[in-house]
C-alpha cells in the first residue's frame, strides 16, 4: 500500500522539537497544549507542504483531505461546524521554522460569510462583534490574498468615522460596521476581485496565500539579510477562533515572561480588551498594562502568571507569548523565545542560573560576545535631529563628542585648557600619538581598519572612523570639508566608531555600564575558563583599565611610545642622526633614566602580575618627520630666499635649510621600499644592539627597585621579528650579560621570549623555543606575511571588495584566518611545545580580542590570549564559551 | 697486556683508505708502495700522535719506541745506518689528512752532522753534494724548529756568492758550501741557538717541530678560510733520502698526469737536474719541461710515462706527482689528486669517462656546477695595469668594458651608433629596462644582489656592479665620481660582475667559450637528470640563448616588458589615470595588437615547447615616473614663474604643470606603505578584469594565428600572487570565457595554473591545486614573505651583517632556505599533488638557476626548475648531480 505521507498535524500530536516541520508557531501551540496549556484545538500544515506547493503549484497529494479530516476533528472538540449553524472560524496563521517576525501573513476569522454571519450572531448574541469578526476577516484576506493596498481599507473605515462623527474604532456600532463592510466588499470589485464566500475556499486560499507569502519580495529580503535557507518553506497553523473582541471580559494581548529591556523578573505584558489580532501591536488605541488586567479580568490574569513560570520551567528561557481572553478564558495564541535588549539577556541569562533554572554553563552560553560588546562602549543616542556629516569605516566602537583638532600639539593644549576634543587628521602617524592619547576620539580621512589610527584607536579603546574618503581634510588652512560644509579647528563634531558616521556638532551619548550580573557571569566565566586573559598595554594608565576589566597580566607593552613626546623624539631622533657608536650611546644614556622611570610605574601598577614587555619594533624612520613635509617646507624656504632681502630672514632661512637637509639625508638613507618587511625589529636589534641594552638595562633597574620595595613582579623581555633561532640566540647572549651586570648579586626574575609574527618563525619554532622562555603570537604581522597583505595597503585597496565577493570569508586582520595563519600558529605551537614543555605560549595580535579567534586559541592550546584592555571581559567569555563548548563536543 | 696503541705505520702496513691516520703524503706514499711503485722506504707518524702531543705537549706512550723500531727497519731495508758509517739520511715530512699546500713544514737530509758529513762524503764520493745536503739541513731546520727567518739564510748565500764572484748555487764549490754551512751555524748562536749535531736529537726535535706547524698562525688562517676541522691534526712521514742533488744524473721535480691548465692528455711536468726539494718550486733556476728528461736521464723518462699511468689506473683521477731521481734511478716522493683549471676539470672527467676509466656519473659527480659557471661568462684578465676605481656587490658575473652613458635614452642612441655602452645611475627602475636592454653591462651606486639592476643584469646574462657606494652619480651634471676622479659620459670603464670591481678605461676581457668536453658532458648530464629544465626568459631573443642552452620550453615569461618602452609606457599611463571602465578598455585595446605582436613572435620562437606566460604582477605606481622627481620640476617650475615675465613661457609652464599635478595625484593615489605586499598581482587581476582579460586575449589570439601556421606550441598561462583559492577559480571562470570567446570552434590548447609564492598558498594547496593545471614556486617573493624580508631594504641594511655574523648560513634569495622556505614548498608539492596527481609543480625564482636549490627541488619532487637562460647549463648539471646522488644513498 502506497502510504500517503503525513502533511497535516493536530497540536497534540506535535512537540516543540518539531520546529522544522510544522514551524515556530505550529510546535510551539503543540507543546502548550502537551503541557496541559489552554491553547484552541487546531493543526498545523508542514512545511513540507509548503514546499511542494511551491515547487509544483498544487497542494500534494492528500494535504487536503487530511485538512478536511483534522477540520472535523476540531468541530468534534469544539462542538461548533465549519460554516454551519454554531459556526466554527478558524485562524489560518504562518509560523516559518525560523522567526521572521512581521515577514509572513495571518488571517483571522476564515470560515465567516453572509450566511454564517447570521448563525455567529445568533450563537454569539453579539451581533456587533460578528460583524467586526467579518470586516476584518474581509480586510485582512484583501490584503493577503488580493494583495490590496491596507491602506485603501483603512481610508474606507476613517471615512465611515468622520461622516458618523465617531472617533475611536470600538465606537463604530453594528450599523457602521455594515457599511464598512459592504464597502470593503465593493473595494474588491473595484479591484477585479470577489471575496469568496464558500467557507472551505476561503480557507484552501487562505492555506494557499500563506505558502505563497514564503515567496513575497519582503520575505526573500528579510532571509537574505538574516542568512536563512530559501528552502526551509513556512507551516501553516489553523487554529480555532477565540474571541477577544467578545466585550470587555474579552481581550488580547503580548505577555513577555521577564521585562525585555531591562532582564527584570515579572511579567511583562500589554493588552486591549474587546479587541482583536493585531490592535496591540497596530497602535491604534493605547495598551493596558499588566496590572490593569489583574483588576479587569481577575482569573485571566492569574491564569498569565501561573502558566508564564510553567512555560519559564518548560522551556527554560524568558518567552514571549500572545495571548487571548474569551469571556473571561485565558487562550494562549504563541509562545517563542523572546528577544530582548543586551542587558536583559546578560540579566535573565544570570537570574535563571541563580534561579537553577539553567546551568551556570549554559547562561554563559547564551551570552554571545557580540552582546556583551554593546555594554562596554558608549553609543550614540539618536532622535533624528543629528546632522550626519559622513561615513567612514567603524574602526574603534563607542561614540565621542569634541573640538576639532588638527595637530597632535594643539590637542595636548586643549587638553591643558580641560577642553574635550577630536583629532581630525588625513591619517595619522607615530607622531600624532601622543595627540591621540587626550583626544576623545580620531577621525581620519585615509587608512583601513589596521591603519595606524585605527590600531591605536582600539589600542586606547577610544572610538575612531577611519578611511571617511568624502572628507578632505586641509592641514594648511587647518579645516575640513564634506560637500559644501566646512568646519574648523574648535568646531564640535561627534564620531561614532561603532558606525562609521560622524555628525556635525554634539549628539547625546548614552554611557552603559558593566552591569552586576555582567560582572557575576563574567567571574562564572573565569571560574570555567582554561585560557589565560592579558591585555596588550602601553601605559601604567592602560594597564590600570586592565585590571579593572579582569586582566590577569600584560600580555604586550610596547615600548614605541617610550622614545616618543616632549624632549625625547628629540633625544631619539639625535641618536637616529648620529654617525658613530659613542653619539648613539650619548643620546641614549639620556633616554635611559626616563624610560627607567617608565617601567617602574608599569612595575607598580602590575605588582603580582606578569608584564610582558617587547623592545623597540618599528624602523626608525617612523621616528623622524614625514619627507613629503620637509620637501614642501624645503621648497617653500628657497622660494623664499629667491624673495627676500632681509640678512636676518635669509640667515636664519639659510640655517633652517642646512638643518632640513640634514633631516632629509637621514630619510632618505633609512627610507626602504616596503618598511613592514624592513630594517625593524631584532634586525635593528642586532646591528645597534646599544638600543636593546638600554631597553634591558631600564628594564631591570626598573624591575631591581620595585623588588626592593617588597612588591613581587614578573617581567617578560620579549623580542619582535624573530625569524632565525640565531637572532634569538644572540640577542638573548648579549641581553642577558646585561641583565646579570645591572641585577648583581640579589638576581632579578625575568623570562626571555619572543614574538612568533613571521611565517618562518612558525616553522622553525622547535629551534626557536631552544631559545625561548615563551612564545606570543604577534598575528597582525604574521597574517601580513602569510597573505602577502600589507595591512594599510589592503584595506584601502582590495579588502572590501574581497569581502563583498566572498574571495575571503571575513577581514583576517579582525578575525584569524584558521586556514592559513592558523595552520602555521597550530604548528609553532606543537612544534615549540616538543622542544620545550614549559614553553608559555600566547597570542598578542589585535585578533586576540576576537571572540572567533579565542575560541580558536583556546582550541589548539595557547596558554592565554591578550587583548586591549577594553575587550577583556568579550576575551574572558570568549574563553569560557570555548571551554564550555570543547566539554560539550566530547 | 696493556697492548700499545700503533702509532707508526710502515708505509707497507698502510693504504690509500687511511688517510685520516696517515695524512694525504703518508698514504699516498704507502698507496704507491703497495702498488708496487719505486717509493724510498719510511714510515708514517699518526694524526692521533700529533693529537696527543698537542695536548699533552709530549709524545705519547710507545711512539717513540715505535719511531726507532721502524727506523732500525729501514736501515734494514736501505742497508745505511741512521748517524752511522753509511749514513742513513731521513725528510721528515708533514700531511694532514686534507691537503693544505704549503701551509706544513718539511725538513730534509735530517741525520747529517759534521761527522755522518764526513761517512756520507767517503760513501758517495761526493763532497759538494754531501755539503750541499748539510747546508739545507742547516737551513731548513733553523727555519722549521727556530723559526730562524729564511731570509737570513739566504742573505748568506747571496753574501757568499758575491764575495767569491759566483753567480748561481751550482756554481758554488765544496769550499764556498763548507764556509756557508760556519756561517749557518754562527746565525744560529747569533739567534741564541744550537744546531744540535746528535742525529737522533734531530729526529725528535724535527716531529716536534712538525707536530708544532699544525697550529701555526698561517696553518689556523687556512683552515678557517678552507672550512678545515683544528682537530684533524698532521701526520708526520719519516722518508728514507734520495737525493736528487747527486749529479747530472740525479734531479727533482713534479709532475702532472695531464694538463693541470688544458686538461690536455700526456704528463706535464718540470724538473731541475742537481737539485733537491724546493728548488723547482722556489723559482731560482728555471725548470725544465718533460722532453728534456727523456734525453738527458731517459731511464726515469721511461719509468715516469709508465708509473703515470698506473697511478691513473688506480687513482682513476689526474695526479699531482713528485719525484726525485737518484742516479737514475726514479723514485716516487709523493702523489696526490691535482689541482686544475675549470676547463681541464671538464676535459679530464670528459676523457676520463671515454678511455673508461670512470663512469659518466662519476664524471658528472667531479665537475661541480661552479667549475662549470666560470667557464660561462668573459672574465678580466688582469695585468697589473689596471686602474682600479672601487668595488661594489658582484651581482652578476662576467665582465664588461663600454662608455658611460647615464640615460636610457643616450644608451638607446649610442646602440644605434654601434658604441658599446655601460649603463650607469644611481639605482635602475623599470623605466631604465630598454636601456639595460642595449647596453653591455650596469653600474649602480645603490641597491643589493636582488635590486632591480641585480635581478635584471641576471636575467639579460649582463654583467652588473650594484650598490658601490663609493661612487657618487650626479645625474644633473651627467658625471660619477669616486674619490677625486671624475668621469663623464663616453668616457670608458670596465666592470667585472665577477668580482664586483670597476676600473677606468678598457681592460682585456678573456673569453671563454663552452667547450666541446662540456657539451658532451651536458648531453650525458641530460639523460641521467630527472627534473625538467626550463628558463625564464621575458622576450624572443633571450628564448632563443634559453633553446641554445638546452632549456626544454619557458618557466617563465614576464609580461610587464610588454607595457613598457616607446608608446606603450605612455598609452599604460593614460590607462592607469582612466577614470572609467570605458576609458580603460579604450587604451587597453590599443595594446592589444601589440601584445598579441609580441607572443606571436615567443610562440613561434619556442614551438614545440611549452611557454608558462605570468600575467601582469607590479603594482600600477611602477609605471609611473618617481614622485620626487615630480615634486622637483614642479618646485622648479614654480620658481621660474614667479620670476618669468615672458608670457609664452608662463603660459606652457602652467600647463605642465597642471599635467605634473593630475600623474602626481595618480602617484598619490596610488602610492603603498609596503608595495610589495600590496594592490598588485592577482588582486590587480580581479578588482581590473579587463587587464588580464586583455593579455588573455592577446595570448589565445597569438596562440591560434601560430597554430593555425602548422606550429605545434604549448601556452601555460600563469596567475601571479595567489593566496586564497578562490582567486584562482574566479579569474580561471573569467578567462576561460575570454579563452572560449577567441579560439571558437578550433579549441586552442592551452594551460592554466599559478605561482606559489606566499606563504599562504603553500598552506591551502591542496584547495588552489583544484583549480590549477600547474604550480610554480616563486621563491623570490616566497622566501621574501617567509623571511618577512623585503629583498631590496634587506640587502642593503641587515643581510651582509646576518651572514657575516653566522645568523644566517647563506643569502637565501640567492640559495633557497631550505628549512623555512624549503618546509613550505614541500608541503605544497605534497597538497597539491594529493589533490591532483597530474599536477605540474616547477620553481621559477632565482633561486632555480642555483644548484643546492637545483638539488633540493629534485629532492622534493619537483617536475622542472625554470632558471635565467645563462643558468640553464648549470641547472642541467646539478639536476643530473642531484639524480645520481639520490641514486648513491639509495
Known amino acids: 500500500m502506497n502510504r500517503q505521507k503525513k502533511y497535516v498535524y493536530l497540536f497534540n500530536e506535535g512537540n516543540a522539537e518539531m520546529t522544522g516541520l510544522l514551524g515556530g508557531k505550529g510546535s510551539g501551540l503543540a507543546e502548550m497544549s502537551n503541557i496541559g496549556l489552554n491553547v484552541p484545538p487546531g493543526f498545523t500544515i508542514t512545511t513540507e507542504a509548503c514546499i511542494d506547493f511551491l515547487n509544483s503549484g498544487d497542494f500534494p497529494e492528500g494535504m487536503w483531505d487530511q485538512t478536511l479530516e483534522k477540520l472535523h476533528e476540531i468541530e468534534k472538540r469544539t462542538g461548533k461546524k465549519y460554516g454551519g449553524e454554531n459556526p466554527l472560524l478558524v485562524s489560518v496563521r504562518s509560523g516559518a521554522p525560523i522567526s521572521m517576525p512581521g515577514m509572513m501573513d495571518t488571517i483571522l476569522n476564515v470560515g465567516l460569510n453572509d450566511s454564517t ?36 481599507f483603512e481610508d474606507i473605515i476613517r471615512s465611515v468615522k468622520v461622516e458618523r462623527n465617531k472617533k475611536d474604532d470600538v465606537d463604530l456600532d453594528a450599523s457602521d460596521l455594515r457599511v464598512i463592510i459592504e464597502k470593503f466588499k465593493e473595494l474588491y470589485i473595484k479591484n477585479g476581485k470577489v471575496f469568496p464566500l464558500e467557507p472551505l475556499d476561503q480557507l484552501r486560499i487562505s492555506v494557499e496565500a500563506v505558502f505563497r507569502s514564503w515567496n513575497s519580495e519582503r520575505a526573500k529580503v528579510y532571509r537574505e539579510l538574516n542568512g536563512i535557507q530559501d528552502n526551509l518553506g513556512t507551516a501553516v497553523s489553523i487554529v480555532s477562533m477565540v474571541f477577544g ?34 490592535d496591540v501591536v497596530a497602535g491604534i488605541r493605547t495598551p493596558k498594562e499588566i496590572e490593569d488586567l489583574r483588576n479587569e479580568i481577575p482569573s485571566a490574569y492569574d491564569e498569565l502568571i501561573r502558566s508564564a513560570s510553567t512555560l519559564e520551567k518548560h522551556y527554560k528561557d524568558m518567552q514571549d507569548i500572545e495571548f487571548t481572553v474569551e469571556k473571561g478564558i485565558f487562550y494562549f495564541l504563541q509562545t517563542r523565545t523572546g528577544k530582548r535588549s543586551a542587558k536583559a539577556s546578560i540579566k535573565i541569562a544570570t537570574d535563571m542560573a541563580i534561579e537553577g533554572l539553567i546551568t551556570r554553563e549554559e547562561a554563559l552560553m547564551r551570552i554571545t560576545p557580540r552582546i556583551l560588546d554593546t555594554l562596554l562602549h558608549p553609543q550614540i543616542k539618536r532622535n533624528g535631529k543629528e546632522v550626519k556629516l559622513g561615513k567612514g569605516l567603524a574602526a574603534s566602537p563607542g561614540a565621542a563628542v569634541g573640538m576639532i583638532v588638527f595637530t597632535s600639539e594643539k590637542a595636548v593644549e586643549f587638553a591643558k585648557e580641560k577642553k574635550k576634543c577630536i583629532l581630525v587628521r588625513p591619517e595619522t602617524t607615530a607622531d600624532d600619538v601622543r595627540g591621540m592619547s587626550v583626544s576623545e576620539g580620531f ?105 579593572e576589566n579582569g586582566a590577569e597580566g600584560i600580555g604586550l607593552a610596547r615600548t614605541e611610545r617610550m622614545f616618543l613626546g ?228 589592503a584595506e584601502g585597496k582590495f579588502m572590501a571588495a574581497y569581502i563583498g565577493e566572498g574571495i575571503l570569508p571575513y577581514d583576517p586582520f579582525t578575525t584569524v584566518d584558521e586556514e592559513g595563519v592558523g595552520e602555521l600558529m597550530k604548528m609553532a605551537v606543537k612544534k615549540g611545545k616538543a622542544t620545550k614543555k614549559t614553553l608559555e605560549v600566547g597570542i598578542c595580535g589585535e585578533q586576540g580580542g576576537d571572540p572567533q579567534t579565542v575560541e580558536f586559541c583556546n582550541r589548539i592550546g595557547l596558554d592565554y590570549v591578550s587583548a586591549s584592555p577594553l575587550r577583556i571581559p568579550i576575551a574572558r567569555l570568549s574563553a569560557a564559551r570555548s571551554a564550555i563548548k570543547l566539554e560539550n563536543d566530547r
Open 117 to 152: 454571519l447570521v448563525s455567529l450572531i445568533k450563537a454569539t448574541g453579539n451581533e456587533r462583534f460578528a460583524l467586526d469578526s467579518y470586516r476584518r476577516l474581509i480586510q485582512m484576506f484583501g490584503d493577503v490574498v488580493f494583495g490590496i493596498d491596507k491602506s485603501y
Open 245 to 278: 473582541n467578545m466585550g470587555n471580559d474579552s481581550a488580547t494581548g503580548v505577555a513577555f515572561t521577564r521585562d525585555p529591556n531591562t532582564g527584570k523578573k515579572g511579567i511583562f505584558a500589554e493588552y486591549l480588551t474587546n479587541a482583536q489580532g493585531e
Open 443 to 547: 577621525l581620519t580621512q585615509k587608512g583601513g581598519m589596521t591603519s595606524h589610527a585605527a590600531v591605536v584607536a582600539r589600542a586606547m579603546g577610544k572610538p575612531a572612523v577611519v578611511g571617511a574618503e568624502t572628507l578632505n581634510v586641509n592641514l594648511k588652512e587647518e579645516s575640513l570639508t564634506v560637500g559644501n560644509i566646512t568646519l574648523r579647528e574648535g568646531d564640535i563634531v561627534t564620531v561614532d566608531g561603532t558606525s562609521g558616521e560622524f555628525y556635525m556638532g554634539s549628539v547625546d551619548l548614552e554611557v552603559s555600564k558593566i552591569t552586576e550580573e555582567a560582572l557575576t557571569l563574567l567571574e562564572w566565566a573565569d571560574k570555567i575558563r582554561k585560557l589565560g586573559v592579558r591585555a596588550n598595554a602601553n601605559t601604567p594608565e592602560e594597564a590600570i583599565i586592565a585590571r
Open 566 to 793: 616632549g624632549d625625547r623624539i628629540t633625544i631619539m631622533r639625535s641618536m637616529i642622526m648620529s654617525n658613530s657608536l659613542p653619539e648613539r650611546l650619548k643620546y641614549l644614556d639620556l633616554l635611559l633614566p626616563m624610560q627607567i622611570h617608565d617601567f617602574v610605574e608599569f612595575f607598580r601598577t602590575m605588582e603580582g602580575y606578569p608584564v610582558i614587555i617587547r623592545l623597540l619594533d618599528p624602523p626608525l624612520h617612523e621616528f623622524l618627520p614625514n619627507k613629503e613635509e620637509i620637501m614642501n617646507e624645503m621648497f617653500s624656504l628657497k622660494l623664499k630666499l629667491t624673495k627676500s632681502s632681509d640678512n636676518f630672514e635669509i640667515d636664519s632661512s639659510i640655517a633652517r635649510l642646512t638643518d632640513l637637509n640634514r633631516i632629509f639625508q637621514t630619510i632618505k638613507n633609512l627610507e626602504e621600499f616596503n618598511p613592514m618587511l624592513g630594517f625593524r625589529g631584532c634586525r635593528l636589534g642586532l646591528i645597534y644592539p646599544e638600543i636593546y641594552e638600554m631597553q634591558v638595562r631600564a628594564i631591570i633597574t626598573a624591575a631591581k627597585r620595585v623588588t626592593e620595595e617588597g612588591k613581587t613582579i614578573y617581567p617578560e623581555i620579549m623580542i619582535p621579528l624573530v625569524g632565525v633561532d640565531n637572532e634569538l640566540r644572540i640577542i638573548r647572549e648579549r641581553l642577558e650579560k646585561v641583565a646579570k651586570e645591572v641585577s648583581g648579586k640579589e638576581k632579578v626574575p625575568y623570562k626571555f621570549g619572543t614574538m612568533i609574527e613571521i611565517p618562518r618563525a612558525c616553522l622553525t619554532a622547535d629551534k626557536i623555543a631552544k631559545e625561548a622562555d615563551f612564545f606570543s603570537f604577534g598575528t597582525n604581522d604574521l597574517t601580513q606575511m602569510t597573505f602577502g597583505y600589507s595591512r594599510d595597503d
